[in-house]
Structures are given as C-alpha cells and as structure tokens.
C-alpha cells in the first residue's frame, strides 16, 4: 500500500506522461479553479438543465432511484440515499469516514501514474462518489449519479469508488453532462469498482458532452468469486474528444464480464474506446460488444481478452455503420490466450 505521500509523488512524475492512446490534451488550456456552488434541490434545476441530466440517465424526481449524488463542477450539490443497506458519499466524506477505504481501495484498480490525467486526478482531485451496497443488500431501484459541467474552460477531475459487498447486487445509472453554453472544459473521471464474492454490479454510463469537452475516463474493475460486472456506455451526442480503456481484474472463479458499448461519431468528434478483460480463473465469462456509427466523425472500437486460466470463455464483437464518408470506423480487437483450454472468439 502507497501511502498520500507518495502516491502524489508518483503522480508528480507522470504529470507529463501522456497516454498512449487519443490525442493529446494540453491541460493547462483549463483552469484547475471553479467556483464553489450551493447544495440545490433538484426541483430548483433550470429547464435547460433538467434537459441536460435528463439526456444523461438522470431522473429529477428521484422516484425510480434509490439514492442520488450530484456534482456540479467541484461542488457536490446534492448526496442522498433512500434504501436501509446502501451509501452514497462524496468520496472525500468516505475517506473521513473509513480507514480501510484508501488503505484498501483506494488507488489499487488504476494506476495513478497510468498517465497525466491519473496524475492530475490525484494532484488537482475535485472529489466524486463513493457508493456502497452491503453485504446480501439488493438494490430496488438504481443508484444515480450526475457529474455536471456548469462552468466554460474548467477540469473537473474527479475520483469514484463503488463497492458491492458478497451478495450485493447495485445498479448504478451514472450520467456525465455539460451546460449547453460550455464552449470548453476537461472531464477526467477515475473510477474503481470492486465486486465482492457472488455480488452483481451493472452500472450504466450515459456522456451527454458538448463539442468543445475533452473527456477522459480511467476505469478499473476487481471482481472475486461468482461476481457478475456488467458495464452498458452510451454516447450519442457530439464531443470534442473522449479516449478510455475500461479493464477489469476477474480475480475468482466462475466471475462474469460484459461490455456493451453503443457510439455515435458526430463531425469532428473523435471517439477512442476499448474495453479489456483478465480472465484469471477457471470458469470465468467475458464478453465486449460494440455498436458503432459515425456522422463523419472518427470512432477506434477496441477490445482486449486475456485468457489467463483453463475453462474459460471470451467473446468479442464490433459492428460498425458509415453514414458519412468523411467519418471512419477502425476495429481493433485483441485475442491472448495464454493458457491450453481457453475458448476465445471474435465476430470475424
């Protein structure tokens, strides 16, 4: 275990580290500093914001929800829970709160050198949700979570953590979003999420951006014994630039991945997507499904099995639609089999 000190050391020398993958990101083009916003009912939201979140997943009413968290910019505006069993904190309030969390979690399902926005998530960090699901807790309705850019040319860098005790089971419905006015702005978003013994976690992710936000999500995923991860993302409106490589660690036996990806690639809009699965244990299940379709926009669709144990089954697939011949779609799709007996395809 790294402890604050150095982990912001490590983050020091990566703050220039850039990612192998998506174009490059000048991050002093955006201001580190937002200004600091009141706790809102979700009532009081505007009309064009309500479109905006609603766009994303969100439901204002909070009828169909069990819990909500709210983030505009670096303000957390709204953190709440109906359900006996289930937390939702910002993450600074649960590092307050527990211990174990940055002794255990936090830091430990993504690199914080990975690259510059690892590193500026950790030396500019601007808080996120932590939600948790306790042991044999079954969520009646989704956990929701907004992250909103109110404010033209900020980074917003935020840090999540999502826990599902053994036998859990949470849906979480997280919706990334800008102000229809925001010309410019940074979105880096890590997140861990950790899937205890037959716990079930499906958390959906809907980006409603704007064309001038440059978006970059880092993502790792630790399931154990019997878990079931399911991840569902959703981009269907313009975005300047967006590059993510979502990875999951299936650690125990008999654990389940899915990744369903639907893209749209609107003009000028650039799309780099991936998602990578560790097959680690006898009888674990993977799979990476991407529907692709472009505008005249560019998409990069990837997908990356390894298959690290016996009695093991992968899949991958990508299917993609040109509209405009000025947009591209470039399949990448990865088979490792690194052991005899492991049952791995792709849809070519």
């Known amino acids: ?59 204002v009413t909070e009828k169909s929800r069990s819990g909500t968290y709210v983030q505009m910019d670096h303000s957390v505006v709204c953190s709440r829970v109906r359900q006996e069993g289930l937390e939702v904190l910002s993450t600074e309030e649960a590092l307050e709160k527990y211990d174990w969390l940055r002794r255990d979690y936090w830091w430990r399902a993504v690199s914080v050198d990975a690259d510059k926005y690892t590193a500026q998530a950790e030396l500019q960090w601007n808080m996120g949700y932590f939600l948790r699901a306790m042991p044999g807790v079954r969520a009646t309705f989704p956990l929701q979570a907004c992250l909103f850019l109110t404010q033209d040319g900020i980074a917003q860098n935020v840090h999540n953590v999502i826990i599902v005790e053994p036998g859990a089971e949470l849906h979480v419905i997280t919706g990334c979003t800008a102000d229809s006015r925001v010309k410019s702005g940074l979105h880096v978003g890590v997140s861990e999420f950790y899937v205890k013994k037959n716990g079930r976690l499906s958390f959906t992710m809907i980006h409603n951006w704007t064309e001038g936000v440059a978006v970059r999500p880092r993502t790792g995923t630790v399931t154990e014994e019997g878990a079931l991860f399911m991840s569902n993302y959703i981009c269907l409106q313009p975005v300047e630039s967006l590059q993510m490589y979502p990875t999951t660690y299936m650690n125990g036996g008999g654990a389940v991945t899915r990744y369903n990806s639907i893209l749209l690639a609107t003009p000028r809009s650039v799309l780099d997507v991936g998602a990578r699965a560790f097959l680690r244990q006898p009888g674990c299940r993977a799979e990476v499904v991407t529907r692709a379709i472009t505008r005249g926009g560019g998409i990069w669709a990837r997908g990356h099995l390894i298959g690290e144990a016996p009695d093991i089954k992968a899949h991958l697939e990508c299917r993609g639609l040109i509209l405009d011949e000025k947009g591209f779609i470039h399949a990448v799709p990865e088979l490792e089999g690194r052991r005899n007996d492991v049952e791995m395809s792709h849809e070519a």
């Open 1 to 59: 275990m790294s402890t604050p000190e150095e982990l912001r050391e490590k983050a020091e020398r990566a703050k220039e580290k850039k990612a192998p993958l998506g174009p490059d990101v000048n991050l002093s083009d955006y201001s580190p500093e937002a200004k600091e916003l009141p706790p809102i009912d979700l009532n009081s939201l505007s009309r064009g914001e309500r479109e905006r979140v609603t766009l994303a997943g969100m439901d």
